[in-house]
């Protein structure tokens, strides 16, 4: 989940788990019976103690990871919020002017997609990683989502 308002974007320091040090957007595992917009309203509630307003799905991101293969993130976006945005165990709060993204210290990836989201560009892309070294990539801007399901990589299918 990345909101973007007042030409800022509400990115979050990991402070545990895959990435745990590193910039990013709130976000975590899709339990059981939820969708992936329930997932990240509340895995955004959940690190950052905000909600947000009518998120839209943006992006979709395939990933296989040395220690951590095939792995599908939704990436959602939205300009509003309620709540104040606070630290918690999980997660700091990082706001970033749209002109000043900390992309060195970010996944490698994120310099590559993030500027659609940030345009409101829908994109479907995959990398793959040794440890925190990106070893390929492959990312489409898209006009939306239908007709990709499950993945619109043939190899991933």
């Not at 989940?1 to 402070?15: P, S, Y």
């Not at 905000?50 to 990436?75: A, Y």
């Not at 990082?94 to 000043?100: K, N, S």
Request: charged share 25%; glycine share 8%.
């Amino acid at each position: 989940m990345f909101i973007v308002t007042d030409g800022r974007v509400l990115l979050i320091e990991k402070k545990r788990g895959l990435g745990a040090g590193k910039i990013n957007g709130p976000g975590g595992k899709i339990d059981p019976g939820e969708t992936p917009l329930e997932a990240v309203i509340r895995e955004t509630r959940e690190e950052l103690c905000i909600t947000p307003q009518n998120p839209r799905k943006l992006g979709e991101l395939w990933f296989s990871m040395s220690d951590h293969p095939d792995i599908l993130c939704h990436v959602f976006r939205a300009e509003r919020f309620s709540g104040t945005p606070t630290a918690t165990d999980e997660a700091i709060p990082v706001w970033a002017p749209l002109d000043a993204i900390p992309y060195h210290r970010m996944w490698e990836d994120d310099r590559h997609w993030l500027p659609m989201l940030l345009e409101n560009q829908p994109f479907l892309g995959r990398f793959a990683f040794e440890g925190e070294r990106m070893l390929t990539r492959e990312i489409h801007r898209v006009a939306d989502f239908a007709g990709f399901s499950p993945s619109p990589f043939p190899d991933l299918r």
